[in-house]
């Protein structure tokens, strides 16, 4: 199993960007998905995650900017950034807790993570 995300990038504050994580690999079955990030000097903190009936969760830091989405058919994860802070420059990995396969309990899997930058 593979979580590749993707969309990170230099944006000015007030910005928007948007990351996408795919996952692949023998996935029988995706539950929550979502995103942390680590700024610099910063421990890793949750940023939002969604279920798979599509409940979202979010850190306070990030509501009403952050939007997260998900297509269970493509096992994928989205994160929407919109008004982005300087603040909010951090690397973001998502995660996904899933069983490859029937027999296999549920597992949290991260992805590589992507660099977000803001700054002017």
């Known amino acids: 199993v593979q979580l590749q995300a993707s969309g990170g990038g230099l944006v000015q504050p007030g910005g928007s960007l948007r990351l996408s994580c795919a996952a692949s690999?023998?996935?029988?079955?995706?539950?929550?998905m979502g995103w942390y990030r680590q700024g610099p000097g910063k421990q890793r903190e949750l940023v939002a995650f969604i279920t798979s009936g599509g409940r979202e969760t979010y850190a306070d830091s990030v509501k009403g900017r952050f939007t997260i989405s998900r297509d269970n058919g493509k096992n994928s994860v989205f994160l929407q950034m919109n008004s982005l802070k300087p603040e909010d420059t951090a690397v973001y990995l998502c995660?996904?807790?899933?069983?490859?396969?029937?027999?296999?309990?549920?597992?949290?899997?991260w992805g590589q993570g992507t660099e977000v930058t803001v700054s002017s």
């Open positions: 995660n996904a807790i899933l069983q490859p396969r029937i027999t296999d309990p549920p597992y949290r899997y």
């Open positions: 690999g023998s996935i029988f079955i995706i539950g929550d």
